[in-house]
């Protein structure tokens, strides 16, 4: 952990499905992290909402993320692993083989979503803040769940940053996809164009992977389409799949 911050871990208690409070629960990770200088001050709170879904809330090391030695100039900031990620109860495959039936396990699912994980701040809000309203900063995925949370509790809420993860009013999400495919494809293009000996290495890999049973760390199998997924993030989307 960064010296630079003052940090406090936090563990919390909530109910699997907030509609059935006595039911089974989950337990929710939280970090605070505060300026050193600032740890005494009354400063307003400012919850991190990750993106994803499906990833933990960033662990503050070495100015990262950026952002945050900025928002502890005013604020107190909560990172929060989201139910199912993190250091919070989890959501993995061996937890999901437990279910006998696909049924069963997509009801447990279903309590993974952003309303979900609204009812969770608020819980953690009024533990840490009573009546008092606090802040978020939505990243992507953690857009949508402020658009959830202003329709669910805004009364929890004082301010809202979103840096991604609006949703259209009348867009769908094959809208949004139609029109960025051409973009991913135009992107592979221009980077063979420049790298025109990647497209050979690509498709050599891609063969190699599917004549031999390639494992990953985690014991995975590494196919085509597992390497596609992973190499997204570097633009390889559509003209990958052209070239194996």
């Not at 989950?26 to 994803?52: K, N, S, T």
């Not at 999901?96 to 069963?104: G, H, T, V």
């Not at 996809?177 to 051409?182: C, G, H, L, S």
Request: proline share 8%; charged share 20%.
């Amino acid at each position: 952990m960064n010296p630079a911050y003052a940090t406090v871990d936090h563990v919390f208690t909530t109910p699997l499905d907030h509609s059935a409070p006595h039911g089974p629960t989950i337990q929710l990770f939280a970090r605070e992290v505060a300026d050193p200088g600032r740890v005494g001050d009354q400063l307003p709170w400012l919850l991190y909402l990750q993106g994803g879904p499906g990833g933990k809330s960033p662990r503050p090391y070495a100015g990262s993320p950026g952002w945050l030695p900025h928002a502890l100039k005013t604020h107190r900031v909560l990172l929060l692993d989201q139910r199912g990620t993190g250091r919070s109860t989890p959501v993995t495959a061996r937890a999901a083989s437990r279910f006998s039936s696909p049924a069963r396990l997509a009801n447990h699912l279903s309590h993974f979503r952003a309303d979900a994980i609204v009812a969770d701040a608020e819980l953690i809000r009024r533990r840490l803040c009573g009546d008092e309203p606090w802040e978020t900063l939505g990243q992507s995925y953690g857009g949508f769940i402020t658009l959830t949370y202003l329709s669910q509790a805004p009364e929890g809420l004082r301010a809202c940053y979103v840096t991604g993860g609006l949703p259209g009013l009348s867009a769908t999400a094959d809208d949004v996809y139609a029109r960025t495919y051409p973009r991913v494809r135009d992107r592979v293009l221009d980077f063979y164009a420049r790298y025109p000996d990647d497209a050979g290495r690509l498709r050599e890999i891609a063969r190699i992977l599917t004549a031999t049973d390639v494992r990953l760390p985690d014991g995975d199998r590494l196919t085509t389409r597992r390497l596609l997924t992973l190499g997204l993030a570097l633009g390889m989307g559509d003209g990958f799949e052209r070239i194996h």
